[in-house]
């Protein structure tokens, strides 16, 4: 059974710094393209950032590039995602899931297959 989890969320300050991670078990971690996506209330999931399967092609959505960085740790099987220069329209439940078998990088969430719970991240004014 194919289990994702996310944990590192909180609550930071405008401007501050986070980093959330993403662990998996039930597959081989190095095989897989992974990616974030978020939701806010009210408002649709969104893609954040992935990364292929080899780890040499990542993603970012136009609203985190230059401030969020995505890495992939095979041998600790951890996703990452560091989150700087936080802004209050970051605050959401923050999602890792995995994509496909030697996939690409991919912002389309048709892409993925296995979603974790997520975490929450709140961003103050």
């Known amino acids: 059974q194919v289990q994702v989890a996310e944990s590192g969320g909180g609550l930071v300050q405008t401007g501050g710094s986070l980093i959330i991670s993403c662990t998996t078990s039930?597959?081989?971690?190095?095989?897989?393209?992974m990616g974030w996506f978020r939701q806010a209330p009210g408002k649709e999931r969104e893609a954040v950032s992935s990364?292929?399967?080899?780890?040499?092609?990542?993603l970012y959505s136009d609203s985190v590039k230059g401030r969020f960085t995505l890495s992939r740790h095979n041998a600790e099987k951890i996703l990452y995602l560091h989150m700087k220069d936080l802004k209050p329209e970051d605050t959401a439940i923050y999602y890792c899931?995995?994509?496909?078998?030697?996939?690409?990088?991919?912002?389309?969430?048709?892409?993925?297959?296995?979603w974790g719970r997520g975490t929450q991240v709140n961003v103050s004014a």
């Open positions: 039930g597959l081989t971690f190095d095989d897989f393209s």
């Open positions: 899931a995995i994509g496909k078998i030697y996939g690409p990088a991919s912002l389309d969430r048709r892409h993925f297959d296995y």
């Open positions: 990364i292929g399967w080899s780890g040499h092609t990542k």
